[in-house]
């Protein structure tokens, strides 16, 4: 029978193992640095952050925008910063007519301009419409940033900046995606308006 306490604590376990090794992991930890450098130079410069994922990581992807146009932790001017899976009217117009692999690529070919970054995140690196995001990014030489895990997929080959975290569940992948995440725009945040206080 199942045990729910057994379950958790698996869990708990996965998860804590999955965080542990992301300490001792130096691409990773080079990589996210030279990612966060990048982004504030976007900022820097007047740019957005565009980011897009499908299911959990569509949340992520709303719930970072949030925390980049609102606040993290500190008050502070607004970064710009769009999710580009919250507008239905967009998303089901571009899946009907053109396909949903082309929900997110479409939106950053009307967006994007050259100061500009996209966050994409994807558990499998394997999403189609990610994919599509990415090369739309490449075609415009506008850099891009991955969130992923397991080996990065067809994503990895395209984006500037891979953070691929340990893990072998989706769920324990999301789990260290908000980590890395909060802390990226933890270090924006600083660097933009609190480094000298
Ligand atoms: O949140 C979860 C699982 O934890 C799911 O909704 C998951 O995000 C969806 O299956 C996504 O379609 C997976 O896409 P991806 O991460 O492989 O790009
Ligand atoms: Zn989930």
Do not use: W
């Not at 090794?21 to 007047?46: H, M, P, Q, W």
């Not at 933890?186 to 308006?193: D, G, N, Y």
């Amino acid at each position: 029978m199942l045990n729910y306490k057994s379950l958790l604590s698996q869990n708990v376990q996965d998860s804590i193992h999955a965080k542990k090794s992301i300490l001792e992991d130096s691409t990773l930890l080079d990589n996210f640095n030279a990612a966060t450098e990048c982004l504030v130079e976007c900022y820097k410069r007047g740019g957005r952050l565009y980011i897009a994922g499908n299911g959990g990581s569509a949340a992520d992807s709303q719930h970072l925008a949030a925390e980049f146009v609102s606040k993290l932790a500190r008050d502070r001017n607004p970064l710009p910063s769009e999710a580009l899976t919250t507008d239905s009217s967009i998303l089901t117009a571009i899946g009907n007519d053109y396909g949903y692999q082309y929900v997110f690529s479409r939106q950053l070919q009307a967006k994007l301009q050259p100061n500009d970054v996209f966050l994409a995140i994807t558990t499998s690196g394997m999403s189609q419409n990610i994919v599509e995001a990415l090369n739309v990014c490449k075609e415009k030489n506008v850099k891009s940033i991955l969130l992923t895990g397991r080996d990065g997929g067809r994503c990895a080959e395209i984006a500037d900046f891979n953070l691929i975290v340990p893990g072998t569940k989706t769920s324990t992948i999301q789990e260290l995606h908000i980590v890395l995440a909060h802390t990226m725009c933890e270090a924006v945040e600083t660097k933009m308006f609190f480094e000298n206080t």
